[in-house]
């Protein structure tokens, strides 16, 4: 493990029944980076993530976030990331002000440190004009950025974001990458999930996920000259065909 | 029209089928609560725990202790007692009564034409306490007419118990119970169904496909009409086959009005979902317009003439009230359509009331 | 601490804004009392009564005046045929008919006890036995006064009694809603703090909150003290709401001792609010805990003796209800309630609510940790 690895997976695996979800994945994440999950839906990109989260137990292996266990030191971990669901919830009878201070409560900020997170993102994400809103009533791309402004309140280490603009417009997904970026330059690692290849080119770096196994790993630009194609798209069509064929072949 | 219905109706099926355990319960709670009050009731005999201050002594008094212990409906409990000790005695729930028999109880008996003994009874339950009452009462006269001869009757009473001539509790309660039953699931699973479409957005994805209300309505009610009537029949077959409780009157025309009354049910769940917000509140109000009035001033458990007049007045514009008129009729009477047509066009008239109320809202709580 | 204030706070606003539980909390539990004291009555009074007067003569028409003035009997109507009276009884109309037959006057002052046929709607096996009950009550009433007022050669005199001088403690007007009405304390705290722990629960379950919320590093007994705690102090409003609403409307006051009811109801709530945790635990969606909790509910209050007194049921269901924690609350209630029964006399109760709610409470912490992993 390098001086600057915040995630390091061995061997992680998860069985749900006989339905192996996760199969035996590897890899290490760097300080600062924009690191994308690629997969089709249910190749396992989400279950991968709730492991890293605390949220599912492993069937086999391990994985330290910023050197912590998941298995054994959980309570550290979740003190260091955020997350934001596939369909991040928040409480729609409350406005959104509410929301904010019940969920930097719940992550023991300290009133002060609080207040200041609070204005700080509010004025990051544009969300000032909604502070005192009914939740129910906003749009889903304000939802969404409120929901990663929550997810940031307590500055976490680690981020992760598993398809966090399903659903939204071009441009405030454009925004919300803009953000992400800006998340990863003061050092924080993100970790996304999506199935928007385009938004896959913006990562710095891709796993691609099949049925539970890696089938690839690399920078965007890397992976597509190691596969000569023009785009990340093109890559991982060709990639999943590749492996649905040799399958049938099977 | 019927394709898209039967569409409806599917997914509904789909719905209850996948929620195995509520499906569970629907099904298995009507046979537990029969079998239940069917081995559970017992309207006579309790035993009356109860002690003795005898401060005469006398042949006469332990003569009276022995008409009271002799009859099985008393059990002494033992023991050097005063009247003082009479709120312990209670309050450790160790006795329901205590008989005091007085120092000249004898003397008395010798010279006067009427004797007095004291009699304490711990009334929280009115019941019981109008149960010893009634018992001692017995006791005494009994000990009495030992004395002096029995007094000759002036007339003679011929009780005829009508109907339900063993007075078996389980036979009144069987009918109700479906009344009770039918509500339960009726209303409040079309309630909560319909809110919860709402609550999590179903219901718009189903309008804005080429359905009509109507057939959404149809939809969603067929399975919990079947819904409530298996629980119906299995009611009435479990009861049988328990308790023996007969059907005496037509089977088709308890079938008829049970879809009458299941109809109406379901218009009231149909109603509360187009008011409630969420499925919490659809629950609440559900069982507090339909199954609480149903359950306590239907006359299922508690006569109703024995209500004050509010309540009396409430009793008539509910359901059920009806409802059970016209099932014990069918079912424990063998009556029919002469007899009861007062109820049957009465719960009807309260059917097309709220169904008309409840669509017309569906309609607009729609737009 | 905190967050478990955090977890409070959130909750208590949700209550707050939702208008809706603000008035079930006061009106549910005002609409229990009023219906509850009213309806559930084991007394029976306006017996629906129609009378066969086949004799016609002073006797006759002064056994019927005493029926007449009985409150127990509504008299709808005096039928001349016979075939009548089964007709008005299918119908409902009438539930006893009583028969005077020819020679009734006659045949009593001959001394040859004429028969009198009483017909009874038995549907109702229990208010049957009361109806005749009082017909038995009247026909002596009738035999004292026609002693008296009338020479009737039958009656013997010098006849001794032993009458009962009968003290009725703590209900002397044997009111059936004495019995009943503490009983709604539980109700209000079985349905606030089951149902409501256990939704509210699910709810979050269901729409992802509590994932998000299992992210964060609150810990599992911090969640669940955040998710419970409000509800206790619902429930507990509504019960103190509940005492006020008894005194004003009933005029029934606490006998015993508050604080030893307070903390009854606190061993109590234990057991209550594990359950709602348990059945959170069971359920993928709100509509499921709902039967869940309704299940669990209703049979807890049936074998609590709330309504049948658990000395009427069968042996073997007795012994069912000694699993039963409302039961003992039940008991505690009424007799701290209506007799001002101290711990001493309720050591066994205590200690089975205890034991109930450390048992249940500790399985459902458990369980519920689990789940969170």
Known sequence: MGPDTTVSVRGLTRDFGSFRAVDDVWFEVHTGEVFGFLGANGAGKTTLIRMLCGLLEPTAGTATVCGLDIRTRTRDVRRIIGYMSQKFSLYEDLPVRANIEFFGGVYGLPRSALKRSIARLTAELQLEEYASAQTRSLPLGIKQRLALGIALLHNPSVLFLDEPTAGVDPIIRRNFWRIIYDIAGRGSTVFVTTHYMEEAEYCNRLLIMHQGKIIETGSPSELKTRHDRPTIRDVFIRLISERMQEENAV | ?367 | MRQVFYLMQKEFRQIVRDRFMIALLFVAPLVLIFVLGNAVTTEVLGIRMVFYDGDRTPFSRELLAHFRDSRYFRIVGYESRYRELTRLMDRGEAQVAVVLPAGFQRDILRGSAPTVQVLVDALDGNSAGVALGYVTDIVRRFHKQAAVSMPLPVIPTGGRRVAAETRFWYNPNLESRVFIIPGIMAILLVITTVLLTSLGIVREKEIGTLEQLMVTPIRSWQLIAGKTLPFCVVGFIAAILCMVFIRIIFGIGIAGSILLLAVESVLFILTTLGMGILVSTISHSQQQALFIAWFFMIFGMILSGFFIPIANMPPLIQVLTYANPVRYYMTILREIYLKGTGLSDLVEETVALAVFGTVVFSAAVLRFRRTLR
């Open chain 2, 1 to 367: 029209m019927k394709r898209r219905v039967f569409a409806v109706i599917r997914k509904e099926f789909i719905h209850i089928a996948r929620d195995f355990r509520s499906l569970i319960i629907i099904l298995v709670m009507p046979v537990l609560m029969i079998a239940l009050y069917g081995y559970g009731i017992t309207l006579d005999m309790r035993c009356i725990r109860f002690a003795v201050v005898d401060l005469s002594r006398t042949p006469q008094s332990r003569a009276l202790i022995a008409s009271f212990t002799g009859n099985g409906f008393f059990r002494e409990v033992a023991g050097d007692y005063t009247p003082d000790d009479a709120p312990s005695l209670f309050r450790q729930r160790r006795i329901q009564m205590m008989l005091v028999i007085p120092r000249d109880f004898a003397a008395s008996l010798a010279t006067q034409a009427e004797t007095t003994v004291q009699v304490l009874v711990d009334a929280t339950d009115a019941n019981v306490g109008t149960y010893i009452h009634t018992y001692t009462e017995q006791v005494l006269q009994g000990y009495a007419s030992s004395l002096s001869g029995a007094v000759q009757p002036i007339l003679r009473l011929e009780p005829r118990l009508l109907y339900n001539p063993d007075r078996k509790s389980t036979h009144f309660f069987v009918p109700g119970l479906i009344a009770v039953l039918l509500m339960l699931v009726s209303a409040l699973l079309t309630s909560i169904t319909i809110t919860r479409e709402r609550e999590s957005g179903t219901m718009e994805q189903i309008l804005v496909s080429p359905i009509r209300p109507v057939e959404i309505v149809i939809g969603k009610v067929i399975p919990y009409i079947t819904i409530g009537f298996a629980d119906g029949a299995l009611i009435l077959a479990s009861a049988r086959i328990l308790f023996g409780t007969p059907v005496h009157g037509s089977l088709l025309l308890l079938a008829l009005l049970g879809t009458v009354y299941v109809f109406v049910a379901l218009s009231f769940g149909l109603l509360v979902s187009t008011v409630a917000r969420t499925q919490v509140i659809a629950m609440f109000m559900t069982v507090m317009l339909t199954i609480l009035p149903t359950f306590l001033l239907s006359g299922f458990l508690f006569p109703v003439a024995s209500m004050p007049t509010v309540l009396q007045y409430l009793s008539r514009i509910i359901p059920a009230t009806y409802f059970l008129v016209i099932i014990r009729g069918v079912m424990l009477k063998g009556v029919g359509i002469a007899e009861l047509w007062l109820p049957i066009v009465s719960l009807c008239a309260i059917g097309t009331f709220i169904l008309s109320v409840a669509v017309m809202r569906f309609r607009i709580s729609l737009e």
